[in-house]
Nanobody, 114 residues
Framework: QVQLVESGGGLVQAGGSLRLSCAAS????????MAWYRQAPGKQREFVAL???????NYADSVKGRFTISRENAKNTMYLQMNSLKPEDTGVYYC????????WGQGTQVTVSS
């Protein structure tokens, strides 16, 4: 059974930074295509970033140049480094295994104050 646990969310002022973590068990992250999504209040969940098993990376246009997705194989953990945060980045951030059987974490809240 795959389990994904996010952490690292919090309250930050606009322009600040946060690093989210997604710790995985039940699978080896380096063999999976993984992604970050977010959901703002009253809005649909949206794609943020993806890293494939081969290391290919994609970002939503809204976060390009500000967010960086990465993984640390030794810790079986994926990260999302978020810089230059804006109030519109506020939401619950989820990590997900998006190929084959899909699994989601429980989410971590990110709040960016203006």
């Amino acid at each position: 059974q795959v389990q994904l646990v996010e952490s690292g969310g919090g309250l930050v002022q606009a322009g600040g930074s946060l690093r989210l973590s997604c710790a995985a068990s039940g699978t080896i992250l380096s063999r999976e295509t993984m992604a970050w999504y977010r959901q703002a209040p009253g809005k649909q969940r949206e794609f943020v970033a993806l890293i494939s098993s081969g290391g290919n990376i994609n970002y939503a246009d809204s976060v390009k140049g500000r967010f960086t997705i990465s993984r640390e194989n030794a810790k079986n953990t994926m990260y999302l480094q978020m810089n230059s945060l804006k109030p519109e980045d506020t939401g619950v951030y989820y990590c997900a295994k998006v190929m084959g059987d899909v699994y989601w974490g429980q989410g971590t809240q990110v709040t960016v104050s203006s």
